[in-house]
């Protein structure tokens, strides 16, 4: 008869919890300061200092970018890493701009622009939602993988803070009711089906004469967001808007090509134009015809 074990004795508890490795934390910890940042942009816009508000949630946009890379780049990833970086991305892409927008002007319009925030945030969150369901969808054609459906929530965050960059480089304030307008538009990109180019499996190799080159670019655009944020921001976020019918076209033409190579691949029979009925060919040969004279 086996002897019951003792779920506390010290074989159970060094079974229960095993040491975790430091490479599979450092993505979470990423993570958790992302999640700083955007709780301290929406303590920044109720204090109305709005362009250290906005520059949270950029600097958690660019937290956001890295966790998942630094996670596939030292094999940190984890099921908890997934779902913490989900919960991140709710708050700081859903929320917090929703929010940020309200306390910078969608409040003159009471309950309307309370709405327009509310619904922000809450496309931001079905968008998380329905990516994660869909992730691991076997029915995705290969060529899906280069594409996210509807605008991802971190770039959606950043759209829709066009108002306010436009309003820091000294353009006129828009009306209330068109901020409303165009945040529930980037709201309907974010739960949409609009395939969106995403790079993901995009491979690119930098030839060795070129590396100093491209540092010395990514230094000279980290400097220009750094000295001109409302600029980049700003043209940043017209181009990506632009590129959007771009997306879809590059997406509806590989569905096209995929169409079109799986027709070719699948075998038709060929019949032949005027079939023979089975019986007819034993009949058609006289010779062949043993029946007595009398039944010919």
């Not at 890295?66 to 989900?86: N, P, T």
């Not at 931001?124 to 369901?133: H, I, S, T, V, Y």
């Not at 969808?137 to 280069?146: M, S």
């Not at 089975?278 to 010779?287: F, I, M, N, Q, T």
């Amino acid at each position: 008869m086996q002897m019951p074990v003792d779920p506390k004795s010290p074989e159970m508890r060094r079974r229960r919890f095993r040491p975790i490795p430091v490479r599979m934390l450092v993505p979470n910890v990423i993570t958790l300061l992302a999640i700083c940042a955007g709780l301290t942009a929406i303590r920044l816009s109720t204090e109305g200092r709005m362009e250290l508000a906005v520059a949270a949630i950029v600097f958690a946009a660019v937290l956001d970018g890295l966790d998942g890379r630094v996670a596939r780049m030292i094999k940190g990833q984890s099921k908890f890493g997934a779902e913490l970086d989900s919960l991140a991305d709710f708050v700081n892409f859903g929320v917090a701009p929703g929010l940020i927008l309200y306390f910078w002007q969608l409040h003159d319009l009471n309950n309307g622009g309370w709405i327009a925030s509310m619904v922000f945030a809450i496309s931001g969150g079905l968008r998380l939602a329905r990516f994660n369901a869909t992730m691991d969808d076997p029915n995705k054609p290969a060529f899906a993988a280069n594409y996210f459906t509807g605008v991802p929530a971190p770039a959606g965050a950043i759209l829709v803070l066009l108002p306010i960059y436009l309003a820091f480089l000294g353009m006129p304030t828009p009306p209330a009711t068109l901020t409303a307008l165009y945040t529930l538009l980037i709201a309907f990109l974010m739960v949409s089906r609009l395939p969106v180019f995403s790079g993901k499996t995009v491979r690119l190799r930098v030839p060795p004469e070129m590396v100093l080159p491209v540092f010395v670019a990514v230094i000279f655009f980290i400097a220009l967001l750094i000295g001109y944020p409302w600029h980049i921001l700003s043209a940043c976020t017209v181009l990506y808007l632009l590129s959007l019918p771009a997306g879809w076209k590059s997406y509806r033409d590989h569905q096209r090509n995929a169409a079109a190579a799986q027709a070719a691949a699948t075998p038709v029979d060929a019949a032949p134009s005027n079939p023979v009925p089975p019986l007819a060919s034993v009949v058609a040969d006289p010779e062949q015809d043993n029946r007595p004279a009398r039944l010919n």
